[in-house]
């Protein structure tokens, strides 16, 4: 176990270089530049602004003063705002971070629930209206069911008032950013279900007389939730960094929306800093999932 998880924090560590070189390269070869904006500026101000954030210097040298500065913690100040960066990830994350948890929870809950009584009510008419809405919630995107709740909730009926960070309400982007997900873990859960149904060990349980609510709880669900909890970090990494698109719909001022600010801007340091920060976020979420994933099943061997 101690193996695999220097091993793994190895690769990692390579990941979140390459993803920093190739991020850092991208970003300075398209054309154009930070401080270009509609009105234009006299090559003395551009010069001295180039020069008081080392914008003046090569690009290799630019990437390596940068990464010398995230080895000692230092992401830098953003180009636009003069803020630094860490500090407007961490402010903005909180939000986004509150908004994903409650959607990651009510996929799981929903999703595991709704599986099993599909599973357990296979070909009978729960299925069928499950598998329906299942497959209508997988097929359209989240943006477009964000703008149709927006659009029916809060427009029309006005059943729900708006999103402000004065008086935040949470139950329209959670439910945007939690029905995909939701579908998906359904139909992972009723599939893994149906399967552990069929095993020799339920066949003996049922046998035995096992009653059906502990054959379900005991000796099915356990197992047949491995699958889920294999997704569930890569979930939880993709609701975290994903929702940039639902924050704008919604205008929750998160760390999805700070990140689509700063490529429209060209804010360099923005852009390197929610990088970073949402690559480790997703490398980390990977690896807890699979230490998860073994301490459920311990036949399961991490090397």
């Known amino acids: 176990m101690a193996k695999y998880l220097v091993k793994r924090i190895l690769l990692a560590l390579v990941s979140l ?6 991020t850092f390269f991208a970003m300075n070869a398209i054309p154009g530049g930070p401080f270009n904006g509609e009105k234009a500026k006299s090559a003395e101000v551009m010069k001295v602004l180039t020069e008081r954030y080392g914008l003046d210097k090569p690009v290799g040298i630019q990437f390596i003063n ?32 509150k908004i994903g948890g409650m959607a990651i ?47 029916i909730f809060c427009i029309q009926l006005g059943l729900v008032p708006v999103w402000t960070p004065s008086s935040p309400n949470y139950v329209l982007p959670v439910l945007a950013l ?44 356990r197992n047949a939730l491995i699958p889920v909890i294999t997704y569930v970090g890569p979930l939880t990494a993709s609701i975290l960094t994903g929702s940039l698109v639902i924050e704008k719909i919604f205008t ?21 800093g929610t990088t970073i920060f949402l690559a480790t976020l ?8 699979d230490i998860v994933y073994k301490l459920v099943d311990p036949r399961i061997k991490l090397e």
């Open 178 to 221: 939690s029905f995909s997900p939701m579908a998906y873990i359904t139909r992972l859960t009723k599939t893994s279900m149906l399967d552990v149904l069929g095993q020799d060990y339920v066949r003996t349980a049922k046998a035995k007389g096992v009653s059906r609510l502990k054959i379900i709880f005991i000796h099915s669900l």
């Open 252 to 272: 929750i001022g998160g760390l999805g929306s700070k990140f689509v600010d700063s490529i429209t801007n060209r804010d360099y340091p923005l852009i390197m």
């Open 105 to 151: 929870i009510v996929a799981l809950i929903c999703g595991i629930i709704l599986g099993s009584i599909a599973a357990l009510n296979r070909n009978k008419w729960q299925d069928h209206i499950i598998i329906f809405f299942v497959t209508l919630f997988t097929a359209m995107p989240s943006f477009v069911f964000g703008s149709f709740l927006l659009l």
């Open 282 to 289: 997703m490398v980390t979420m990977n690896l807890l999932s």
């Open 66 to 97: 940068y990464m010398k500065n995230i080895l000692h913690g230092d992401f830098g100040v953003s180009l636009k705002t003069g803020r630094d960066i860490a500090q407007t990830i961490l402010e903005s994350f909180s939000v986004s971070a």
């Open 17 to 22: 270089f390459l993803i920093c070189f190739i």
